[in-house]
T-cell receptor
Framework: AQKITQTQPGMFVQEKEAVTLDCTYD???????LFWYKQPSSGEMIFLIYQGSYDQQNATEGRYSLNFQKARKSANLVISASQLGDSAMYFCAMREGLSGSARQLTFGSGTQLTVLP | DAGVTQSPTHLIKTRGQQVTLRCSPKSGHDTVSWYQQALGQGPQFIFQYYEEEERQRGNFPDRFSGHQFPNYSSELNVNALLLGDSALYLCASSLPTSGGNTGELFFGEGSRLTVL
């Protein structure tokens, strides 16, 4: 079974609008971390935001926020006020185990976001 | 402060050949991981090196091997190349285990391998 599922192969959003990218995960480990990365056409994976399984509040980093619904095992990324430079591939990833250990990440298949002018 | 650097950026090989990819981690990082990203897919974990030893390995055959040097830099070697090995190979580094860090990985821009 897939551990990370991203069901939106492609998404379009108008510039300055907000967009939500979906991510669901599957794990039996009570300790885990969830990550979102952005991959522009250059290839480099750029870290955006992190949510730990025991974190009580949803993570936020500037225009990025993570809508963490633990019971539903979902970790959706919300990008507010989209910019043309946000056009890229977005990956959700999970690390099972305690923070700082077992750093293998399992990635989803990604969502290609296109911001329209 | 230089980030993760990889070389070469692009290379073309033929089936059966061998390839070596190189990675220098971000300053202060001691753990290096390698990922394979086929076109249109998410990265797949190959293996992780810490203290010059392979610590974890994904579902990749023995044709994939690696090494970590005392300065924490790393090499990925792939023998007997197959057409299916064509992919972007990403190197990632992370902070030392102590300190309770999140386990965030810092990635390089990758080495794009084409096998003909």
């Amino acid at each position: 079974a897939q551990k990370i599922t991203q069901t939106q192969p492609g998404m379009f959003v108008q510039e300055k609008e907000a967009v939500t990218l979906d991510c669901t995960y599957d794990t039996s480990d009570p300790s885990y971390g969830l990550f979102w990365y952005k991959q522009p056409s250059s290839g480099e994976m750029i870290f955006l935001i992190y949510q730990g399984s025991y974190d009580q509040q949803n993570a936020t980093e500037g225009r990025y926020s993570l809508n963490f619904q633990k019971a539903r095992k979902s970790a959706n990324l919300v990008i507010s006020a989209s910019q043309l430079g946000d056009s890229a591939m977005y990956f959700c990833a999970m690390r099972e185990g305690l923070s700082g250990s077992a750093r293998q990440l399992t990635f989803g298949s990604g969502t290609q976001l296109t911001v329209l002018p | 402060d230089a980030g993760v650097t990889q070389s070469p950026t692009h290379l073309i090989k033929t089936r059966g050949q061998q390839v070596t990819l190189r990675c220098s981690p971000k300053s202060g990082h001691d753990t290096v991981s390698w990922y394979q990203q086929a076109l249109g897919q998410g990265p797949q974990f190959i293996f992780q090196y810490y203290e010059e030893e392979e610590r974890q390995r994904g579902n990749f055959p023995d044709r994939f091997s690696g090494h970590q040097f005392p300065n924490y830099s790393s090499e990925l070697n792939v023998n007997a190349l197959l057409l299916g090995d064509s992919a972007l190979y990403l190197c990632a580094s992370s902070l030392p285990t102590s300190g309770g860090n999140t386990g965030e990985l810092f990635f390089g821009e990758g080495s794009r391998l084409t096998v003909l």
